[in-house]
């Protein structure tokens, strides 16, 4: 039904119902089904935004590829004017959707996609015509730094997470170079503004949970970057990655508890994911075993930058665990126990008991997983009881991986855990229908 | 109307950044490559891995290593200037590398290398690669690394930035080269 019509319906509804046309029941189940006209209309102009940003970054690519073939036919200049016109056009292009449809979303994610990439183009073209050396870092980062301000002009968010991912790019390449990589932090700074001004009206609108989607992952990946002489020389890994997966979920809980789907839960689901892969991982013996093994006191010493932020994941998600002992919420205490446990664990691998901090890890991922079920029968939720079934499945499944068991014996125990599964699932939904 | 006015403001300022940056690197290239002194680089054989990256052919030269002139001395990574001479045969000889911009003659700014106990330092100049056309680099690039003891490239230099003009096999320049290479059409 569109949407004029559905707006007509729903303003007659209140007196359809007044007149005993239509009992109020009745135009409540109209209402659900069809839906929210607002919320309809968000989809419908998200899906004309996706299609503009794929339209553009196709041109953008096809110009890219068209003009890499280094047509020799053409004269330098010529050449040279030509890698600059893809830029020229685009600012162009921006300047009239400032000017006239600064209100269309569809414009100017389009239009600041393909900026973002003519600024590329027009810096590789010009190199590639004068056979410019150059490093690849060099050119990340200009290309980078000039189009960051095309967010912010346009308001458009594709720019700022071209922006935080080839920071992220960058940040890697230049690994050789000492403690270069750490100024992935400024880097992702600067699109932080950028961040509040989408967020603060509404931190649930598509345009800021994409950029902290963006933000969770490239942030993990460059806390990497930024800290690979720690994680090199100490396993340091182990405490960064516990504190900052633990910092993303607690945070995550905080700004996002509202969420209604997934989607709407980036730092829950990518910390609370992280936190489930390292927790797993650490119930191994083999991990542990590196920490006493490979620490090297090297020219770390004098770089206070690279300390600061080698530790400050786990003392954010240490602080936050405090915080949320207040609020007493038991699934926060329970997950957010991870970096401490973590820091035990490296300090107990660091004096040769790497089976204790393996054994440490089994016991906590256990009383994770029983506990999630407790509090999902508790509370009848069965997201976090399945989450906690899956947790304990995967840590069992871990354990078969060590011990010398036989085929009959781990058929047994998975088919134990498949019928646990069907069993929980099938009870709650049975009470849940009962309750309704 | 404020705040529409700061926009256009600001969008003038990126815009003209971009801009910038881009046709600083074009301007300075073309300038150099019009007004620039030709100077002949012997290149040094490259690993066969490394010579060819799709569209370019990867450049080393015979010259990376230079005696040092000056009190200070530089770190890995930072920019020294090389100053340039002619030797008998007409290729292009660093005399000395050195921290301040000299004077008079002709540099090129170069990137410094390891240094070992002796004088000497290691360098490398900033252009390093000659684009092709695509169908056109794969057979140039096997006629770069057969006679590799043969080649050259001939660099514009200008006020210390060099910009390659023309690569050389032999006397032939490596276009020609990738098009006589080619089959001979029925």
Known sequence: ?436 | MKSSRIVLSLFVVVALAQLAVATNQLWRSEWTLRMGKRYKFRTAPVDPYDAFRGRYVALAFEEHEAPWKGESRMRYGDTAFAVLREDAEGFARVSYLTAMRPDNGDYLRVKVGYSGKSNLVSYTFLFDRFYMEERKAPKAEQAYRENSRNTYALVRVRNGIGVIEDLFVGDKPIREFAVSARPPSP
């Open chain 1, 1 to 436: 039904m569109n949407k004029q019509a559905l707006r007509w319906l729903y303003a007659e509804l209140p007196t359809l119902v007044s007149a005993g046309v239509v009992p109020p029941e009745v135009a409540e189940r109209i209402r659900k089904h069809y839906g929210d006209v607002e919320a309809r209309e968000i989809g419908r102009r998200w899906l004309i935004v996706l299609f503009a940003i794929i339209g553009a970054a196709l041109i953008g690519g096809g110009i890219i590829l068209l003009l890499a073939h280094n047509w020799e036919e053409l004269s330098r200049p010529v050449r040279a004017a030509i890698s600059l016109t893809p830029l020229l056009l685009s600012q162009a292009l921006a300047a009239w959707v400032l000017w006239k449809h600064s209100d269309n979303t569809a414009w100017r994610e389009g239009v600041g996609t393909s900026w973002t990439l003519a600024i590329g183009i027009a810096i590789a073209l010009i190199a590639q015509t004068y056979n410019l050396g150059g490093t690849f870092p060099d050119f990340m980062l200009a290309w980078t730094m000039l189009a960051l301000p095309v967010a912010y002009l346009l308001r458009a968010t594709l720019p700022a997470l071209l922006y935080l991912i080839g920071a992220t790019i960058w940040s890697g390449s230049v690994l050789n170079e000492g403690s270069k990589s750490l100024w992935f932090w400024p880097m992702v700074a600067l699109a932080l503004p950028y961040l509040w001004v989408t967020a603060r009206e509404n931190r649930y609108h598509p345009q800021p949970l994409l950029v902290c989607w963006v933000l969770s992952i490239v942030g993990a990946i460059g806390a990497g970057f930024g800290a690979h002489r720690f994680l090199d020389e100490f396993s340091w890994w182990i405490v960064l990655y516990g504190g900052l997966f633990a910092t993303w979920w607690l945070v995550g809980v905080r700004w996002f508890g509202e969420a209604t789907s997934i989607w709407q839960r980036p730092f829950q689901i990518v910390g609370g994911l992280g936190l489930w892969v390292l927790s797993l991982v650490l119930t191994f013996s083999d991990p542990w075993g590196d920490v006493a093994r490979y620490v090297w006191w090297g020219d770390l010493q004098g770089n206070p930058a690279e300390w600061i932020t080698a530790m400050v994941w786990p003392v954010a998600a240490i602080v936050l665990w405090v915080a949320a002992w207040r609020r007493c919420e038991p699934v926060e205490l329970l997950l957010g126990a991870m970096p401490v446990l973590a820091a035990i664990g490296q300090t107990m691998a660091f004096h040769n008991m790497e089976v204790a901090a393996a054994v440490l890890f089994n016991v906590y991922v256990l009383a994770v997983a029983v506990g999630l079920i407790a509090i999902g029968v508790k509370a009848q939720r069965l997201g976090i009881i399945n989450a906690g079934m899956l947790l304990l499945s995967a840590l069992i499944l871990c354990r078969f991986f060590d011990a010398d068991l036989g085929f009959v014996a781990r058929g047994i125990a998975f088919i134990l855990i498949g019928i646990g599964f069907l069993v929980t699932n099938l009870v709650l939904i049975r009470r849940k229908g009962a309750a309704q």
